[in-house]
């Protein structure tokens, strides 16, 4: 099958609420078409930062759907799909319509904490559940379970759709290991802002990022910059955007980048339960951070 290229600065994009609690579909709208407009990449749908694990069926397959029809084919769509429970997985993947979608963002197993070779079984079950390309996810520390290096380059040597990964373990070395062991059709992303600039210099091909929610044309300056070679002007971008980078973590992802978006007038800082909003002094962080960048 032709597999649109994923590369550049992929945005891990939000989902908006209402006062009321429900999807803002009118807001998120207005944003995809901010990327569209700004040149993000390539947009991730439905993973930790869209705070999936609180929408309904009903609710992804909706936003799924007005996303697709929106963007029309105008940059690659990646859309989360994964979970603890490998059966419910590959099922999903088996009966749920994903046209216009590019490419799969599966999340490591949570809570259950396999070994290794359940790992490998896992990711290895759904690979033969769909033909579309598969992005594995190593978060270890949401889903309690770190993916090793040798797991990764095991999985993408005998599955032919899985294809990249997006490392946010904050192991840099664990990434720098990956990089010189994968296979050359294998592409590893950045899924830490902060950590753009080192995982794109030792082989990494991008970013899948938070930030970017609202500051696409920046974030995707230093990701030029880097696929450019320009390692000194992307390390001046990170300079300036680095104290942003460390605070929209603070309260956990994505209370931080709402915040943030509420600031700039983006969105209407609204969670779902068992999320809350920033705090007052991460909020007030971040509006003095705002103010000094500029």
């Not at 945005?11 to 207005?30: I, M, R, W």
């Not at 994903?98 to 690979?127: M, R």
């Not at 709402?258 to 600031?263: D, G």
């Amino acid at each position: 099958m032709m597999r649109k290229k994923f590369s550049g600065m992929g945005v891990a994009l939000v989902t908006p609420f209402t006062s009321t609690g429900e999807v803002d579909y009118a807001t998120l709208e207005k944003l995809v078409q901010m990327h569209i407009d700004c040149g993000t990449a390539f947009l991730c749908v439905q993973g930790t930062t869209a705070e999936t694990p609180t929408l309904t069926i009903e609710e992804k397959r909706e936003i799924r759907k007005r996303i697709i029809k929106q963007v029309d084919g105008r940059m690659p769509i990646m859309l989360g799909v994964g979970g603890n429970c490998t059966r419910a997985v590959v099922e999903e993947l088996k009966t749920e319509d994903f046209t216009g979608v590019d490419a799969i963002l599966s999340v490591a197993p949570y809570y259950n904490k396999p070994v290794q070779e359940g790992i490998y079984q896992h990711y290895k079950a759904i690979a033969e559940a769909t033909e579309l390309p598969i992005y594995m996810y190593n978060v270890p520390g949401r889903t309690g379970v770190n993916i090793l290096p040798s797991t990764v380059v095991r999985l993408a040597n005998d599955c032919p759709n899985i294809v990249g990964y997006k490392a946010a373990s904050g192991n840099l070395a664990q990434v720098k290991e990956l990089v010189a062991k994968k296979p050359a059709h294998f592409d590893v992303f950045s899924g830490d802002d902060g950590l753009t600039v080192d995982i794109m210099e030792a082989g990494g091909v991008g970013v899948i990022s938070v930030f970017g929610n609202a500051f696409p044309k920046q974030m995707t300056k230093l990701v030029q910059a880097m696929q450019e070679g320009r390692v000194g002007d992307a390390r001046n971008i990170h300079g300036r955007l680095n104290e942003l980078f460390q605070l929209i973590f603070v309260d956990g992802n994505p209370s931080g980048i709402k915040a943030l978006m509420e600031i700039l007038g983006m969105l209407e800082n609204n969670l779902r339960l068992p999320l809350v909003p920033a705090c007052d002094d991460t909020y007030s962080d971040l509006q003095q951070a705002i103010t000094f960048l500029g």
